[in-house]
Structures are given as C-alpha cells and as structure tokens.
C-alpha cells in the first residue's frame, strides 16, 4: 500500500550536500524527508575525499620513514603490509559513518527513506512504497566516474574511486588513466605503497590550477619514479593473459604499456538518470542540472546542489551551496552563489592549494593591470627546519592591493591557503596580510612574507629612501 508523506523540504541524497541541507532545516524547525538509495555519506565519505585522503596519509607513511634518514634516523627497508592500509582506510570511515548516519538523521527529526527517489510530477516524488509531496524539494544525487569510449575498455576489469578502496591487493603495476586531482592522488598513494604507477593523461595534468605551481607537482612525481604520459592518446585497452595491455600514442609514438590494474580517473557524470526530470519540467544537461545564483532549477519548488550541479565538484561547495538554499528555501532570502573566493587543494606531497583568481583567469579579466608576487619555501624557516623546502607561494592582486587569488604548492599548502580564502571573501587587501604578526618559526609566515613581498619595491625604493634621509635631519 502506497503511503503518503507530506512535508515541507525533501531532500533527494544523503551526501555532502543533502545531509548538510537535511541537518541544518529540521535544527530549524523544518519538517524533513531525507531520501538515499545507497550508503549514507554519499561520495566523500564512502568512495571519495575521506578513504582518498586515509589512504595517502598512509602512502606519506612509507614515504616518510623512506625519507627520515636525512634526519639521521634509520627504519630498515619499509614494509608495505597493502590490506592494512586498505583496513586503515575502512576504520576511518566507520569512524565517521555514524555521524551521517540514518540513527543520528532520525534523531534529528528527519524521516529518512532509504529508497531510490525520482519525479512522478513537479511537486512529487515516489521513494519504494513512499509519495512524497514537499514544499520545496532539493536534488543532491552527485554525480559519478565518467567512462571514456577507449575500444576495448570493455574487455577489461577496471577501477573506478567506486572499486578502488576495496583493493586489498597491492597492485603490481597499476596505469591511471586520467590526470586531475583523483589520478593523481591515488597515483602518489599507490607509489607511496610500493606499487608501480604509470599515470596516462589527455592533456596536461591538473589543468584547472595554476602551471607553474603544477609544475613542481610534476617534478615531484616524476622523481619520485612515477611514469607520467601527458598529451597522451589511449587508442586501444586489451587483456593479454591477464595482464591490461593499454595502447597510446604519445609525441606521434605508439607506445604499449602493460599493466596489472587499471584505474579510471578522467572526470565526472552527473547522476541525472531515472530521477523523472522531465516530468517534473527540471532542465539539465550533459553537465548536470541548470540552475540559476540562487541553486533554482527550472522548476521554482525544486533546487539543486553540489556536483549534480556540474559546478566546482567539492565536499565543501555542496556544504556551502546548502547553506545557500537554506536561506531560499526557509528564510525566503534572496541568497546567491559567490564563487569568488572557492578554494581547493589537491593532497599530493607536495601539496597545492588554490583560491580566488589563478594568474591566467586574473589577466582574463584585468589584462596586465594586476600585480603578481611570490615567495619560496625555500626562505622559510620552518621549512628548513622539517627539510621541506620544495614550493612557493603566488599571489595576484590589485594594482591597489586588493587580493584577487591565491596559489601555494609545497607542505600543508592546504592548511594554509584559509587565510587567503577569507581575505579574499572580505575583499581585503594585502597590507592586512603583511601587517599581520605570525607566529615564528611556523609556515604560516609564507603567508606574511608574500605580502612584505608586495611592498618591497616601494618600501626600499629612491622615494622612501629620500624620505627618510629627509625625516632624520629633523630627529
Ligand atoms: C576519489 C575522490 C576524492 C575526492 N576528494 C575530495 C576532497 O579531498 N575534497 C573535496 O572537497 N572533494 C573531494 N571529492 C569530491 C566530493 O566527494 C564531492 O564533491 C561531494 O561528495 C559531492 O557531494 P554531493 O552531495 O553533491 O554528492 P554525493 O556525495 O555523491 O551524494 C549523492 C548521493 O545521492 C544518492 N543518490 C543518487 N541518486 C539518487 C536517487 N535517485 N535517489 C536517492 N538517492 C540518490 C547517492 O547514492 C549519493 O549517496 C572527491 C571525489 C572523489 C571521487
Ligand atoms: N582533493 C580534492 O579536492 C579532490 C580530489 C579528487 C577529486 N576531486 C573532485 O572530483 C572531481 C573529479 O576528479 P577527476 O580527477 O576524475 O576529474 P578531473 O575532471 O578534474 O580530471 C580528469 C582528467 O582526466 C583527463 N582525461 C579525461 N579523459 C581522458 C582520456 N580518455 N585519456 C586521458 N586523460 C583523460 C582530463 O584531461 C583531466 O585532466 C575533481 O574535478 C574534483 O572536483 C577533488
């Protein structure tokens, strides 16, 4: 017997973006229908950011006590036991699985489904044996691993970020076809672990972040003995006795790699399919669903966010993006995206991390009237101290000093690109980062040295100098 619910927001996906909707309306007084027809936590937590980020913290494991002889510290060989890394990885996510959970949902007072959901009409929904009529509706069904037409591809078993973790056997020779943040992370994890790693891109890796930062990335892990093939065509995938034989022509070559594992890593799909769009008058695309600044579709009951949106694909943009459509939806605000100051990083060793305007979107829109300044790691002390000297900072602003963007490759590029990002959002300039007094000797400091860096041509420039001389005839 088909049941009833009527309620005033339903929320279609538990994941980053449909939990955060879901937990902050009903803590507001909102009655809420959560809807998920696979693990709670969605991407992120079960096949995305939280096994990704576990498994290269064990990759820096090995590398670390590889490295620590520059310390004067011997380990012996290191010995990669690959089943308990993957345990590793497994643990933290059950660690923090209950937080997402359907228990800790209910108890909020959400009424949770767990169901397939899609669109019998525009202010509809049918979940299992469950109709569901809302006020408002909000669509978080993510997306997932794009497959590319390769002939052959079929032929073989692969890896997507939906397989990749339930690996418990290191690969032998793993190729990755793909070289943005996912195949490149797992690229350096797998190494890291022992495995060898052959990385197969396009075009050029990391292509949405700044080169000269991608650059040291590059360096890095080429040293490192990872094999990397950019500009690189794959014409053809056969299984030759078990092995995954992959074609490519590379600088009008053809080379033939062959391989033990294969992981796909080229980019995303949005989960649009069976959600009964069209009965419901919601525009989407092959990106994902349209929606305006205020995560509308074209349906005015219904919004979307995180990656169904086709936007910046991040755990933290679905958290934001809910917050925007909280403020639609409950409060009646006319709240809008602001993408101005996004950040991002990818948690390679080194790491890098990017926010506001890279230096080519910047000269997109302001041509050459901005400023740009960077400093190395190499000048830190902290980083001296932990031998981790490798990276810089950039960062480009206003002829006035208004900060535009920030990039920073080297250690904890992650941890420090916050201070840029919420400059960035209050739209401050870069002498509030010079004048700020940071803790010695920390990498923090990178931050300050940048922005001294700024001002060092005027600082120690003729006029200053004139002034000066000028001022002490007086003292
Ligand atoms: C390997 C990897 C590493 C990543 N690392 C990072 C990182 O370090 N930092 C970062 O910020 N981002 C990272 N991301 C991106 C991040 O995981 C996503 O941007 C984020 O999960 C998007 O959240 P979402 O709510 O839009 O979708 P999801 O988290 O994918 O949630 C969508 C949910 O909807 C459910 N669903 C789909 N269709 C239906 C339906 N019809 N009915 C009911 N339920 C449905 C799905 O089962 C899923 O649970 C990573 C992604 C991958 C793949
Ligand atoms: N640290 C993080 O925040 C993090 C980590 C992983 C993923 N993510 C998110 O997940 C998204 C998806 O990651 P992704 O790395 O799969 O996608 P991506 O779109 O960022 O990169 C995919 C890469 O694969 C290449 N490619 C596509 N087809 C190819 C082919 N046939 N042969 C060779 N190369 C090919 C593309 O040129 C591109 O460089 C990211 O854009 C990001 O939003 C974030």
Redesign the pocket.
């Known amino acids: 017997m088909n049941k009833i619910i009527t309620t005033d927001i339903c929320v279609?996906?538990?994941?980053?973006?449909?939990?955060?909707v879901a937990a902050g309306a009903v803590q507001m007084g909102a009655k809420v229908v959560l809807?998920?027809?696979?693990?709670?936590?969605?991407?992120?937590?079960?096949?995305?950011?939280v096994?990704?980020?576990a498994l290269l913290a064990a990759g820096h494991a090995a590398e670390n006590a590889r490295r620590a002889s520059r310390f004067g510290v011997s380990t012996g060989p290191v010995e990669i036991d690959f089943g308990r890394a993957i345990d590793h990885v497994h643990s933290v996510i059950a660690g923090i699985a209950p937080h997402d959970s359907v228990e800790r949902f209910e108890e909020l007072g959400c009424t949770v489904i767990q169901?397939?959901?899609?669109f019998t009409g525009p202010g509809e929904v049918i979940?299992g044996e469950t109709t569901i009529k809302a006020k408002r509706f909000v669509i978080?069904?993510?997306?997932?691993?794009a497959v590319p037409p390769i002939p052959g591809l079929e032929t073989v078993c692969y890896f997507t970020?939906e397989t990749i973790f339930e690996n418990r056997v290191r690969p032998e020779h793993l190729i990755i076809i793909g070289g943005g943040?996912?195949g490149l992370?797992?690229a350096q994890a797998h190494h890291q672990l022992g495995a060898k790693v052959t990385v197969i891109e396009m075009g050029t890796i990391l292509p949405k972040d700044d080169p000269d930062l991608v650059a040291v990335i590059r360096d890095r892990i080429k040293a490192d003995g990872i094999s990397l093939y950019e500009g690189a065509k794959t014409k053809e995938i056969l299984d030759v006795n078990d092995q995954i034989r992959v074609v490519i022509e590379h600088q009008g070559i053809e080379i033939t790699l062959e391989g033990s594992h294969l992981l796909l890593?080229t980019g995303?799909k949005p989960?649009v399919e069976?959600?009964g769009l069209k009965d419901a008058g919601i525009d989407y695309t092959d990106r994902g669903i349209s929606v305006d600044a205020r995560l509308r579709t074209s349906n005015k009951k219904v919004f979307a966010?995180?990656?169904?949106t086709g936007g910046l694909?991040?755990?933290?943009?679905?958290g934001y993006?809910a917050g925007i459509v909280i403020r639609n939806a409950l409060f009646r605000l006319p709240a809008k995206v602001d993408h101005s100051a996004v950040p991002?990083?990818t948690?390679t060793n080194p790491e890098l991390a990017q926010v506001g305007l890279t230096e080519k979107t910047a000269r997109e829109q302001y041509g050459d009237d901005i400023r740009v300044v960077t400093w190395d790691y190499a000048e830190n002390d902290r980083a001296r101290a932990e031998a981790e000297t490798e990276g810089f900072i950039k960062v480009i602003t206003k002829p006035n000093g208004r900060i535009l963007g920030a990039a920073i490759v080297g250690r904890q590029a992650g941890e420090l690109i916050g201070v840029w990002s919420l400059a960035i959002s209050k739209k401050m300039k870069i002498g509030a980062i010079a004048g700020m007094i940071a803790p010695y000797p920390t990498l923090g400091e990178l931050s300050k040295r940048v922005a001294g860096a700024w001002y060092t041509p005027s600082l120690f420039g003729e006029k200053t100098r004139k002034l000066v001389r000028f001022l002490l005839r007086f003292a």
């Open positions: 279609i996906g538990a994941g980053s973006g449909g939990l955060s809807i998920e027809k696979g693990k709670m936590g969605g991407d992120c937590l079960n096949t995305g950011c096994p990704s980020k169901a397939e959901a899609r979940a978080a069904t993510g997306s997932r691993a970020n943040p996912i992370e797992m890593a995303r989960n069976n959600l966010i995180g990656d169904i694909q991040f755990t933290h943009m679905a993006d991002w990083v948690y």
